[in-house]
């Protein structure tokens, strides 16, 4: 699976848009961008995934840039709630592939009364 | 609440015991992984069930084992435990493709070797 980087912490004010980037510049044609995020110690919650196209949910929007070797996790409005670290992850979802998670470290998110 | 359980919540034991953690994945679902999420390793996949098949290993140590069940449910099982061992253990579970689906996660069950 791809690597990703992304930014160790960031903060938003409450009732911002959090914009949370991610690199994966060894993204291949069949990978998808995966976002999920682990409240404090809790299971990690799935968000929102994508291949190319921008995708939008309930939770929040993942724009996918056109050579795909980046994104940017959207939460149009930041809640206390949000705060958790957020997960990238990068990986193939086809029939015998492994379809583990691999985590990284993650970015920190941490919202602002 | 996302469907998946995990017991006991918590467990602590001492070097050298075995212990048994327990997950019963969403109604339907056929596959089950286990994560564990230590403080220096991050969240590390383990190993992964569908239908009662392993389908995948991780970086799963040999001392651990698991397996699935009839019923879907799984069991995880770690013997001769060491202070290492110690770790929120997660399992989570997807819908039948087995495949990339989202991951479901339990709430984990933490383990503390004394």
């Known amino acids: 699976d791809a690597k990703t980087t992304q930014p160790t912490s960031m903060d938003c004010a409450e009732g911002r848009a959090a914009n949370l980037p991610c690199n994966h510049s060894t993204i291949s044609g069949n990978e998808y961008v995966y976002w999920y995020r682990q409240i404090h110690s809790q299971g990690p919650q799935y968000i929102i995934h994508?291949?190319?196209n921008n995708e939008t949910n309930e939770m929040a929007s993942l724009i996918i840039t056109e050579d795909r070797k980046s994104s940017t996790l959207i939460l149009p409005h930041a809640t206390l709630r949000d705060t958790a670290v957020y997960y990238c992850i990068v990986r193939v979802a086809m029939a015998g592939a492994n379809s583990k998670l691999t985590f990284g470290k993650g970015i920190t998110l941490s919202v602002r009364p | 609440d996302s469907g998946v359980t995990q017991t006991p919540k918590h467990l602590i034991t001492a070097t050298g015991q075995r212990v048994t953690l327990r997950c019963s994945p969403r109604?339907?679902?056929?596959?089950v992984y286990w994560y564990q999420q230590s403080l220096d390793q991050g969240l590390q996949f383990l190993i992964q069930y569908y239908n009662g098949e392993e389908r995948a290993k991780g970086n799963i140590l040999e001392r651990f084992s698991a397996q699935q069940f009839p019923d879907l449910h799984s069991e995880l099982n770690l013997s001769s435990l060491e202070l290492g061992d110690s770790a929120l253990y997660f399992c989570?579970?997807?819908?039948?493709?087995?495949?990339?689906?989202?991951?479901?996660f339990g709430p984990g069950t933490r383990l503390t070797v004394l």
């Open positions: 994508g291949l190319k």
């Open positions: 989570a579970s997807t819908g039948d493709r087995g495949y990339g689906d989202e991951q479901f």
């Open positions: 109604s339907g679902d056929l596959s």
